[in-house]
């Protein structure tokens, strides 16, 4: 528990550091990003029903983002 | 305990972040020369000394951009006869990808091809897309870091200005 | 002139102004301009002998010109079935009491006893409100509701996002409240409780229905009370990073607190005795707070014809449930407007510190007790392919099937007696197929 926390810590320590430098693309080659299939939440549809599958089925839910609510259990 | 106190070293690293952003500020210098590669012949953009230009970057990908060309073309339609042209260089690494925006958009002005993006570095953009305004003695007297449609109003007056002189 | 609710003000008045000084308007702007997109997709869920689930999502997005973005989702879906109630299977027949405390239902010996009265119908609708501001901003308030017979869910959240260096990183962090309220069929349970049987009397009337006869003592509603209520409080903070051209990366901390009922008053436990012989079915109980951190984490990678999305996560709680989830989906250009897309998804999770797949009646009655083998110790994996088509006028549709199951573990119980001749942990087999429209 504390280890992965401290894991974050330093992941945004470094996220910090190589903010500029390595990491990253000029505003220009956003080509591949920019496409709808690598946006982070592509096919929100579906990780909204999946979601709700195993909200129902297991005992963890979330982590991605905010789930709706609802109970929809059993 | 040790927990809220990460918490507080996470907070402390971000808002460093948060507040040291990088904006451009402006001073009349002259537009850096670009070699401009048009649909069928290659032009300087030196060549249009004299007239007011809209140099505009865009890529197919980038949505404001979409939502910028009816408006190119409209000013190109209003002031084209008063020594005014847009030109906007695409950067887009594959053609095929640029024309079949301009299929779907035309373009009423010219369009250049840096699949490269050496004009994109020449000019270091921090965004897209990217306009500058030259003047007649191709000075470049004002950037835009986007296209925001509530301001087409200030861009033309911008514009007015400029052939004002 | 005719204005399409489908173009832009300005972009119409742009093309009124290019009528007006003869120039072509650009009429070809379909689908690029277009500010409202929607979403559609029926699901069906089912489970082998089990609960089956169909679901119907309408999801519309609006960008606005100023690159603000407003959305608004409605799904319906309902569910019927059969459903595990906890109590352990038994070399005999079993009489358990329905939920409404009316009637009755028997389980055969051997079988896992499933209460199939699980039907239900949820409505929910969600809004939200994406705001860009001072260039690398944007600000997301969200409202939710959903209804279903005998529960009540209200949400409210926000989100705040910081672009930093020419939007390669981007921070955020999020805040929500949710209200749930449930009201249980026939009323909520005292945790713990013994649960009141009918005595089975047969299906030998005229009908053929099962008849249950109650103590002449009994009364409806014994040991249980009105509605419940549990309240839960989100926080999520999280970094997005650009890697390079065709690499992107996110790392979300989230801490979950929820205060309140968290039983299933629907879910019962069996108490046996040293033979493994059920000697009463008492209802479930569980802790009314819990705690939960998660750490998630997903990169996507775009190849030429190919885009891989990988995710991790690793949630832990006070109520001592671990868990570890792989996700990875696959897409595969075909050409333009194809794509075959396969999912694998792996679960893993330990047991809650208050599971009991069963109790003894030699040892002491304990705080809290739940058999619900979804707090139990176990695994789950999904295997599934989509095949997406983009149609020529711009529209997409895509098939979705996957399968799903679920294997529950024995977290180190003994099982005494007959039990250790019954299957306790059954695994369960669900089918999944979905159907998109995109225009």
Redesign the interface.
């Known amino acids: 528990?504390?280890r992965?926390?401290?894991a974050?810590?330093a992941?945004?320590?470094v996220?910090?550091l190589s903010?500029?430098a390595s990491?990253?693309?000029?505003?220009?080659?956003?080509?591949?990003?920019?496409?709808d299939?690598?946006a982070?939440g592509?096919?929100?549809?579906?990780l909204?029903?999946d979601d709700?599958?195993?909200f129902s089925?297991?005992?963890?839910s979330?982590?991605?983002?905010?789930a709706?609510?609802?109970?929809?259990?059993? | 305990m040790s927990r809220i106190r990460a918490l507080a070293g996470v907070i402390s690293l971000s808002a460093g972040l948060l507040f040291s952003t990088a904006n451009l500020a402006y001073a009349a210098q002259p537009a850096p020369e670009l070699v401009l590669n048009l649909t069928n012949q290659q032009v300087k953009l030196s060549d249009y000394r004299g007239q007011v230009v809209y140099l505009d970057f865009w890529a197919s990908w980038c949505k404001p951009c979409q939502r910028s060309f009816p408006w190119m073309n409209d000013m190109q339609a209003k002031y084209g006869e008063q020594g005014f042209t847009v030109i906007a260089v695409n950067l887009d690494s594959e053609r095929k990808l640029a024309d079949e925006f301009l299929s779907k958009l035309p373009a009423h002005f010219p369009v250049a091809f840096d699949p490269e993006g050496n004009s994109a570095q020449t000019y270091q953009l921090k965004g897209m897309p990217t306009s500058y305004l030259i003047d007649k003695t191709g000075q470049l007297r004002i950037a835009h870091q986007g296209f925001h449609v509530e301001k087409q109003a200030s861009y033309e007056q911008e514009i007015q200005g400029l052939l004002a002189e | 002139m005719q204005l399409n609710n489908k173009a832009t003000v300005a972009s119409a008045l742009a093309g009124a102004a290019c009528a007006l000084l003869g120039t072509p308007a650009a009429q070809a702007e379909e689908g690029m301009l277009k500010d409202w997109q929607f979403d559609t997709a029926i699901l069906y869920y089912g489970e082998t002998d089990r609960v089956s689930l169909a679901e119907g999502v309408i999801n519309a997005t609006k960008t606005n010109d100023d690159d603000s973005i407003f959305n608004v989702k409605l799904v319906l879906d309902t569910l019927t079935g059969a459903s595990a109630n906890g109590a352990v299977a038994q070399p005999y027949a079993q009489t358990f009491s329905r939920p409404s405390g009316k009637d009755g239902y028997v389980v055969n010996a051997g079988e896992t006893p499933l209460d199939d009265t699980f039907r239900d119908t949820r409505v929910q609708v969600s809004g939200s409100w994406m705001q860009p501001f001072a260039d690398t901003w944007r600000a997301t308030g969200a409202v939710n509701v959903s209804t279903e017979y005998d529960y009540l869910s209200l949400g409210l959240s926000g989100l705040l996002e910081k672009d930093l260096f020419m939007r390669n990183t981007t921070l955020s962090a999020g805040l929500s409240f949710q209200f749930d309220s449930i009201d249980p069929v026939g009323g909520t349970p005292d945790a713990l409780t013994s649960m009141l049987v009918p005595t089975y009397l047969g299906d030998d009337n005229d009908e053929g229905e099962d008849e249950f006869e109650w103590d002449d003592d009994y009364e409806e509603g014994e040991n249980k009370t009105g509605s419940e209520s549990k309240t839960t409080t989100d926080l999520i903070l999280g970094v997005t990073q650009v890697i390079n051209r065709r690499m992107l990366m996110q790392f979300n901390y989230g801490l979950s607190v929820v205060d309140g009922y968290m039983t299933d008053p629907y879910k019962l436990l069996s108490v046996v005795d040293n033979a493994g012989m059920t000697q009463d079915i008492i209802y479930e109980g569980r802790p009314d707070s819990r705690t939960k951190h998660s750490f998630f984490w997903q990169t996507k990678y775009a190849l030429d014809n190919a885009v891989v999305d990988v995710s991790y996560r690793f949630a832990t709680d006070d109520w001592d449930i671990d868990s570890h989830t792989i996700d990875s989906r696959f897409r595969f250009n075909l050409g333009d407007n194809d794509y075959i897309q396969p999912h694998l998804r792996y679960y893993q999770q330990s047991a809650a510190e208050f599971y009991r797949p069963f109790l003894n009646q030699a040892d002491p009655l304990p705080m809290y007790a739940s058999a619900d083998y979804r707090v139990g110790e176990m695994t789950a994996y999904t295997l599934g392919l989509k095949y997406g088509h983009k149609m020529e006028n711009g529209h997409e549709w895509a098939v979705r099937a996957e399968y799903y199951q679920q294997d529950p573990k024995n977290a180190g119980f003994d099982e005494p007696g007959v039990l250790a001749d019954l299957d306790l942990y059954p695994s369960v087999k669900a089918v999944i197929l979905q159907f998109n429209y995109h225009f």
């Open positions: 528990m504390k992965k926390f401290l974050f810590v992941l945004a320590g996220l910090q903010g500029c990491l990253g693309v000029q505003p220009w080659e956003r080509d591949l990003l920019a496409k299939e690598m982070l592509a096919e929100g549809v579906d909204g029903l709700h599958i195993y089925k297991e005992a963890t979330g982590g991605r983002s905010f709706g609510g609802g109970c929809g259990c059993n």
